[in-house]
Antibody
Framework: QVQLVQSGAEVKKPGASVKVSCKAS????????ISWVRQAPGQGLEWMGW????????NYAQKFQGRVTMTTDTSTTTAYLELRSLRSDDTAVYYC??????????????????WGKGTTVTVSS | QSVLTQPPSASGTPGQRVTISCSGG????????VDWYQQLPGTAPKLLIY???QRPSGVPDRFSGSKSGTSASLAISGLQSEDEADYYC???????????FGGGTKLTVL
């Protein structure tokens, strides 16, 4: 079955970097994209960006540009999220999600259909 | 402040039908399709509706979605206790060039 397995919880100090992994299985990795979404404690969902596993093209939310890097390793079907210059308000659960698409009236529309269980990142001095 | 606007809470009794609204603008809901996610306490979001009104396999037909102009709705009929969760709408925003979410609606089954 389609599955996204994320790496374990991280505790980082302010100013440090964190790299979260998301291993995909059960589907053709390069036929889909991977999106990253985070959720601060008690808050809603916040989209960070996504990467095409086909060609590595990325699209980052403006809020994170310059501080985030998303990559994929097709040999291990794993996606990575790196966030630098961490602050306390980066404390959140970070989710990866598979990006699928459907065709309607000549246009492709994209949606996030399968999600990982999340990785808790705590930033504290 | 979320780009898409949802009511913070909703409630209903078992068997009842409830609807959750999601309001946006021309650059998001007005131009693109709407998806809905269910997040049970302590778990990851789960896709409930995509493309305004399409249900992934395995999602009961008690859940339905609709869209009109710059607003969308999620309807849940035959409400069950296990439907108690947070519900989020989402859409691509052409101006922001990214996905935007609603602030979430906490559904309580009384």
């Amino acid at each position: 079955q389609v599955q996204l397995v994320q790496s374990g919880a991280e505790v980082k100090k302010p100013g440090a970097s964190v790299k979260v992994s998301c291993k995909a299985s059960g589907y053709i990795f390069t036929s889909y994209g991977i999106s990253w979404v985070r959720q601060a404690p008690g808050q809603g969902l916040e989209w960070m960006g996504w990467i095409s596993a086909y060609n590595g093209n990325t699209n980052y939310a403006q809020k994170f540009q310059g501080r985030v890097t998303m990559t994929t390793d097709t040999s291990t079907t794993t996606a990575y999220l790196e966030l630098r210059s961490l602050r306390s308000d980066d404390t959140a659960v970070y989710y990866c999600a598979r990006v699928s698409r459907f065709l309607e009236k000549g246009y492709y529309y994209y949606y996030m259909d399968v999600w990982g269980k999340g990785t808790t990142v705590t930033v504290s001095s | 402040q979320s780009v898409l606007t949802q009511p913070p809470s909703a409630s209903g009794t078992p068997g009842q039908r409830v609807t959750i609204s999601c309001s946006g603008g021309n650059s998001n809901i007005g131009s693109n399709t709407v998806d809905w996610y269910q997040q049970l306490p302590g778990t990851a979001p789960k896709l409930l509706i995509y493309g305004n009104n399409q249900r992934p396999s395995g999602v009961p037909d008690r859940f339905s979605g609709s869209k009109s102009g710059t607003s969308a709705s999620l309807a849940i009929s035959g409400l069950q206790s296990e439907d108690e969760a947070d519900y989020y709408c989402a859409a691509w925003d052409d101006s922001l060039n990214g996905w935007v979410f609603g602030g979430g609606t906490k559904l309580t089954v009384l």
